[in-house]
């Protein structure tokens, strides 16, 4: 960390005119792909302080989705500035950077910190943004029309996206069978709007990637995932339920899309229908579902290793369940699940079984061991808690739930879930609609496992 300070000193001599004293550098995350530091610079020893953001990225993994390059996204924050967008100012651009502030291959800038919240849910929940919440979905389409408005041409390297040939490719790599994304991809591909002009996409404009204050919006972050498309995209991801963090508001769970599109073409954005939107929240929606699959897959191939990215290969079933809401697939009337529980069996093990074992275990952690817990070790041991928490579900409900699937399939006269998806791919199976249904109950019971509050009302109880 020494070394990495004196470094930045070094380079941010000449930017500030002055000898620069790096203070404070703390390390705010190291993702896989990127590592953000914040610091303080100090210019010839006097008050004069600048509150800074190192970022630099690792080689070639910063492309991996697909995004720009840094030096891409130099140009795209300058062009969102003279546009109006509220961004971070750019201290030190990555062309200019000293090779020494990178990770190997990679690339590295200084930018202005803007102070504010960016947390999700503190955004949608705390009263300190009260105010913030009647005016942020208002003022997201105004930023929205703002970064819409960027010549493509004044951006040069930033690539186009063709959304629904991505998600193909992404469930064809992922190698899993999943019915319910197979359903939306067909409805994506059958109720398309007509594209619009290709435009410069944020593409990840969302609560959590915002910096909001009091008063509402004040810069726009995280601006890896821009390319060229539909501008419609944008809108509709800031509106994918997964971004609401529990609030009630279809934009970002503070707002209404009426105040989102009124606000975008206020600021001289298109007219958009509420059609559109829907569209493009749930390509968001698939979208987010197979970033999941592939977060999961880099702890299950033991690239990475840990609980957090376990975890969220569960939280897939959240995005099919969303899917099938967007699709407006019913709900479906079946016997309880209790009907079909099969023998358990405690018999062979005695109590306490390990359904029980589990809850123990879970109700220490999060009575006993959380509260003397804070900052991130809080956060992992929560996410393990949770963790425990699907463990037990599973346990308790999985043999009726296997049995109810069994019975399902055997109904459709499929052999398994693949070959169910296969069917639906192929349009094997149009024109029956038991089998959006029969997809609808087993996204229901996994969401019944992996996250209960995330259901609707009628779907909570047993059926």
């Known amino acids: 960390m020494a070394q990495l300070a004196a470094v930045l000193s070094e380079a941010l001599d000449p930017v500030f005119g002055g000898s620069v004293e790096v203070e404070g550098l703390q390390l705010l995350s190291g993702g896989a792909s990127r590592e953000t530091w ?270 957090e990215l376990a975890t969220i290969g569960r939280r897939i079933c959240e995005t099919e369940y969303d899917l099938l809401q967007l699709l407006e697939v019913p709900r479906v009337e079946e016997p309880p699940l209790h009907d079909l529980q099969l023998p358990g069996r405690e018999a062979l093990h005695g109590r306490p079984t390990a359904t029980e074992l589990v809850d123990a275990v879970r109700d220490h952690l999060v009575e006993e061991v959380a509260p003397q817990m804070e900052g991130s070790a809080a956060f992992h041991l929560k996410v393990a808690a949770n963790a425990l928490g699907i463990v037990a579900r599973e346990l308790r409900e999985a043999p009726a739930m296997e049995a109810a699937l069994a019975r399902r399939l055997d109904a459709l006269g499929v052999a398994d879930e693949a070959a169910l998806a296969a069917g639906i791919r192929e349009g094997e199976l149009d024109g029956r609609p038991e089998v959006a249904a029969t997809v609808r109950a087993l996204v229901v019971d996994r969401l019944r496992v992996a996250n209960p509050r995330w259901l609707q009302g009628e779907d909570r109880g047993e059926g």
């Not at 390297?157 to 899993?176: A, F, H, N, V």
């Not at 609560?207 to 204050?213: C, F, T």
């Not at 569209?279 to 987010?288: K, N, P, Q, V, Y």
């Open 38 to 307: 914040s610091f303080d610079a100090r210019v010839d020893g006097s008050d004069e302080v600048h509150e800074l953001v190192l970022q630099r990225t690792r080689g070639e993994a910063s492309t991996g989705m697909g995004g720009p390059s840094m030096e891409v996204e130099d140009a795209l924050l300058c062009a969102a500035a003279e546009r109006g967008v509220p961004v971070p100012r750019l201290v030190l651009a990555s062309t200019d950077a000293d090779e020494r502030l990178a990770v190997g291959s990679g690339a590295a800038r200084v930018c202005e910190r803007v102070e504010g919240e960016t947390l999700g849910a503190k955004v949608v929940r705390d009263d300190r943004y009260a105010d913030a919440r009647r005016v942020l979905a208002r003022q997201c389409g105004e930023a929205l029309a703002a970064i819409h408005s960027i010549p493509p041409e004044s951006v040069p390297g930033l690539r186009p996206w063709e959304p629904l040939s991505r998600l193909r490719t992404g469930l064809d790599l992922l190698g899993e069978a999943r019915p319910a994304f197979e359903l939306a991809l067909r409805w994506l591909d059958a109720n398309r709007p007509e594209p619009r002009p290709p435009a410069v996409v944020h593409g990840d404009f969302r609560v959590g990637n915002l910096v909001v204050v009091p008063d509402g919006l004040r810069s726009v972050l995280d601006w890896e995932l821009a390319h060229l498309g539909d501008p419609v995209e944008d809108l509709g991801w800031l509106c994918v339920r997964s971004w609401r963090f529990g609030g009630e508001g279809v934009v970002g769970g503070v707002g209404d899309l009426e105040d989102l599109l009124q606000g975008y073409r206020d600021a001289g954005g298109s007219a958009v229908d509420e059609r559109e939107v829907t569209w493009w929240i749930a390509s968001g929606t698939l979208t987010w579902g197979l970033i999941c699959a592939v977060q999961a897959r880099r702890h299950l191939d033991g690239h990475v290793r840990s609980v």
